[in-house]
């Protein structure tokens, strides 16, 4: 009997087959395909990632990041670069040397439990969500009540979030029953 991989794609991987640990399912919007820990799957894709002979693709250097929870901003300035840059490196697939270097040793040391690089991301996460807020203010009958509340941007982004976590978890239901 053949056995047949599964591509892993997500975030654009396009090196990354599964041998077991995954079920094609049915479901009511067609077929889906279901991970048994996709929490350990993500850290040990992240961590072949980082052992990687020769410079991460800019879909890799991505996948990192996001799995750091990092914005390119967030990145850029860890890094002392532009979101620009970032940006380029990850669409074009020309990271530089340093970048991907910089780039793995922040995972490992994350994963390891340095405190201080866990301290420094989660800071530069927060810095980035603030710089995002902004304060609304109307006059009531009482007087001036204020409310800080996220840009229409951000705010954007995160129904857009929401809602692929809300089709994802009714697909999850779905697979559960």
Known sequence: MKSTMHRFDDAGLKNVWLVNGYKVVKTPYGMAVSYGDLDGLTRT????LVKKVGRLTGVEFRYLRLHLRLSQKALARL?????????????????????????????????????????VVARLNEVERLVHQRI??????????????GSPELEKQMKGA????????????????
Request: overall charge positive; charged content about 40%; aromatic content about 6%.
């Open 45 to 48: 894709i992240c961590a072949a």
């Open 79 to 119: 890094l002392g670069n532009t979101e620009q840059s970032v940006a380029n490196w990850e669409k074009k697939g020309r990271v530089p040397l340093w970048a991907d270097k910089h780039l793995r040793i922040l995972w490992q040391a994350a994963r390891d439990g340095d405190e201080t690089v866990k301290r």
């Open 136 to 149: 609304v203010v109307e006059e009531t009958r009482r007087g001036w009540r204020s409310r800080v509340e």
């Open 162 to 177: 929401r809602d692929i976590m809300n089709k994802r978890r009714a697909v999850l239901r779905e697979l559960a029953k």
